[in-house]
């Protein structure tokens, strides 16, 4: 596979809608495996495909829980419950941190990579990281939602004070 370049804000790509996938070709595959190593070698924990300058709704997470890598071609937010509220950064505004409101339990169905259709419910940080990647599909940024945006830094040197 291939590490990909994450598009960076402010790329108009960002901003576009996805399009539906209307059929899962070996480019496809190609493109869920480019995006895992790309995600993994900038050490996210999410990936959309318009960060890599492309318009399709493929997503890619792992947060490092029982569930591993989820590959998702189309994925959709069936149900959402609760709230958390909490920090949030994006691949595509390195740098930049902010406080987010988010669903704390969402399942979301979509297909893997054999066509077949997959149902995950995931809490805290994978809901998390579902609500975030899916955003991307629809051209969202954490940016627009977040109820204050900061420096990393920023943030840490407050900590240490």
Do not use: W
Request: charged fraction near 30%.
């Amino acid at each position: 596979m291939a590490i990909r370049i994450i598009v960076k804000e402010p790329d108009p790509v960002l901003r576009e809608k996805a399009k539906p996938v209307p059929k899962i070709t070996p480019n496809i595959v190609k493109l869920l495996g480019d995006m895992a190593d790309t995600m993994y070698d900038a050490e996210g924990v999410g990936l959309a495909a318009p960060q890599i300058g492309i318009l399709k709704r493929v997503i890619v997470i792992d947060v490092g829980d029982e569930h591993g890598l989820i590959e998702m071609i189309n994925p959709e937010i069936v149900s959402m419950e609760g709230e958390q509220l909490g920090p949030e950064g994006c691949l595509s505004i390195p740098g930049l941190r902010g406080d987010v409101k988010r669903a704390m339990k969402v399942t979301v169905k979509g297909l893997n990579r054999d066509g077949e259709e997959i149902v995950i419910t995931g809490t805290e940080l994978l809901a998390r990281a579902f609500q975030h990647e899916v955003d991307h599909l629809n051209g969202v940024l954490f940016t627009d939602l977040a109820q204050s945006v900061y420096r990393e830094e920023e943030r840490q040197k407050k900590g240490e004070e």
